[in-house]
């Protein structure tokens, strides 16, 4: 399948889930994201940072009778942490079939100190997604991140209008204030 008819694909699933009250929340921030789209399809999204095994992927998404699992690399940047993510909900967000898991793999999966083998033992029994749903995942982690970042944009040049400052504006004044406040070395 070709580029164009992916994008196609996945904006008209983005169109349909704004209809149905998805906001992508500007600046990005997945771990909103994943609440929303939790909200939006009635099925809670819970995220759990990993240290992902070596030659596994850095992002796996599962399935339980109370909702989806997203378990990520945590050991990587914020940015390539948003990506992995926004991966992943693409995947929920396309209905591919995800891993299903029981309620006490579940479980354990969230339990801190359990992670990483339960990770590896979920990856060694279950098969990987078609190469076709890899493409529409990234397509749809593609647009989700251009969506926030143009977003993003727009409000910063939107002038605030004596109606208070906008979240970004209130960050940077607040970084900036912080760098004044710093001594010079
Ligand atoms: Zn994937």
Known sequence: MNLARLRQICLARLAELRDQGLRIPTPFDAAALCARVGDCLGQPIRLVGVP????????????????HII???QGTSRVHQDHIIAHELGHVLLDHRSYAVDDETAAQLLMPTL????????????????????????MMATILLEEAS??????????????GLSE???????????????PHH
């Open 168 to 182: 970004t504006d209130a960050a940077l004044y607040a970084r900036l204030r912080h760098g004044l406040e710093q």
């Open 115 to 138: 992670r990483p083998a339960m990770v590896h033992q979920v990856l060694n029994r279950t098969g990987a997604y078609s190469r076709q749903e890899e493409q529409e995942a990234e």
């Open 52 to 67: 992902m095994p070596a030659g596994a992927p850095f992002g796996l998404t599962l399935f339980t009778d109370n909702g």
């Open 150 to 163: 143009r977003r993003e944009e727009a409000r910063r040049s939107v002038s605030t209008g004596g109606d």
């Open 71 to 73: 378990a990520y690399e």
